[in-house]
């Protein structure tokens, strides 16, 4: 008998009745051994190489607030950052847009999504970013309490109720009874709620104006979105006229909640093809520098991410489900209802289509907010927007 490693081999008692059969034996023990030997080797070349193409992986860690906007970057963190081979995804939730804008601009991020107004605002005091993509089309409503609510005739259901001319006129007789201007809360006075806002009021004869005045009959204040419900509410037990413009879930919250009512849905006020731009990708000069390959499959799983959300609001069921859990997981203030409301097939209130650079979306949503006060000039678009980071349709399938 023979030792080899920790196996005896070549016991000659075993085949003394067949001649040479002990050497055969011994030859395959060998064999035996020996694959044994090689299987170990590659199994622990596998995991050296697996542990180091994982060290290799470029962080890519990305802002966002708690809205229905960004529910795509959420998605993709849950269901795809495991199979990104170039990015190590992070997201951080960040409390308002101001803390998200102050944080950005530090440098210490690569990615954040940023409404659109304020991501130019930005850009004007600072160029060392870029625009690569869209997060969602529409996406916004406007909500009013039940002091508006009851001089005005609105539709049971909510896909029926459309931005006409009678909610306008109520806001401009409330201004000639109170001598003041009704408050509307938006998430940011740089925020395309705001320039929504501003293009209804200006289409039925409303005045906006960015700061108090006897000359105007709205007022757009600052209301972090996850406030804008107890804004509202406040307002209610103070027997004042209010409303909100905010990204979903926020006005369906109320309505659900019983403390307010959706006037109209910022897609019926600002009609695109698509949907209009919003809530718009931004990524550092130094990130899309020295991390291009992992920005562009970030980009690439967020896209995907989306038709995920379309799939599943569809679908319905389990598929839906699964997205509302990822959600509360990471916002357990947007509970089940709202969100299912928000993503409510019939009502296509938001959507994650299409999400490619849209310069003329973009630059629809500057002109008004140049005409609205917001911003004093023109950005660049061309210079903005890095349409290296289109993702292809067919890569989403």
């Known amino acids: 008998m023979v030792l ?40 622990v070349l596998c995991s050296t190489l697996s542990l180091a193409a994982v060290e ?8 966002y607030i708690p809205l229905a906007d960004h529910y795509a970057a959420i998605v993709a963190y849950e269901r795809y950052r495991e199979q990104m081979q170039f990015a190590d995804f ?56 039940e002091l508006i609510k009851q001089q005005l005739e609105l539709p049971l259901l909510r896909q029926d109720r459309k931005p006409g001319p009678e909610l306008a006129a109520v806001l ?10 009704t408050v509307v809360g938006v998430p940011h006075l740089f925020s395309t709620h705001t320039v929504v806002l501003y293009r209804y009021l200006q289409e039925h004869g409303a005045v906006m104006g960015l700061e108090l005045s006897d000359s105007i009959d709205v007022l757009p204040v600052a209301v972090p979105p996850p406030r804008a419900p107890a804004f509202i509410k406040g307002k209610s037990n103070r027997a004042q006229p209010a409303a909100f413009e905010q990204s979903l879930p926020w006005a369906d919250v109320v309505e ?20 209009h731009v919003e ?63 928000s993503l409510d097939a019939d009502l296509r209130v938001i959507n994650y289509q299409k999400l490619n650079v849209d310069k003329p979306g973009l630059q629809q949503i500057m002109d008004y907010a140049i005409d609205a006060g917001l911003l004093s000039r023109e950005v660049d678009i061309d210079a903005f927007a890095d349409t290296r980071f289109d993702v292809s349709e067919t890569n989403n399938k």
């Open 4 to 43: 080899v490693g920790n196996i005896l081999v070549g016991n000659n008692k075993t085949h003394n009745k067949c001649p040479g059969s002990g050497r055969m034996s011994f030859a395959r023990q060998v064999c035996y051994l020996a694959a044994r030997v090689l299987c170990c080797t590659m199994l």
């Open 56 to 63: 290799q992986r470029q962080t890519i860690k990305a802002l």
């Open 90 to 145: 992070q997201i951080q939730q960040m409390a308002n847009w101001d803390l998200l804008r102050a944080y950005f601009q530090s440098g210490d991020v690569d990615m954040a999504y940023v409404m659109t107004p304020l991501a130019l605002a930005m850009y004007q005091q600072q160029s060392d970013f870029r625009w690569i993509g869209l997060m969602h089309r529409d996406g916004n409503a406007l909500a009013i309490n």
């Open 172 to 181: 401009k007789r409330f201004h000639s009874q109170r001598k003041e201007a």
């Open 256 to 275: 659900t909640g019983g403390f307010g009512y959706v006037a109209w849905y910022s897609k019926d006020v600002m009609p695109w093809p698509g949907g």
């Open 279 to 341: 809530c718009i990708t931004l990524a550092t000069d130094r990130a899309i520098a020295d991390k291009f390959t992992a920005l562009q499959e970030v980009m690439g799983y967020l896209q995907r991410a989306g038709e995920d959300i379309e799939s599943a609001r569809e679908a319905g069921g389990e598929a839906m489900q699964a997205i509302v859990d990822m959600i509360i997981q990471h916002i357990p203030a947007h509970n089940q209802q709202a969100i299912e409301a």
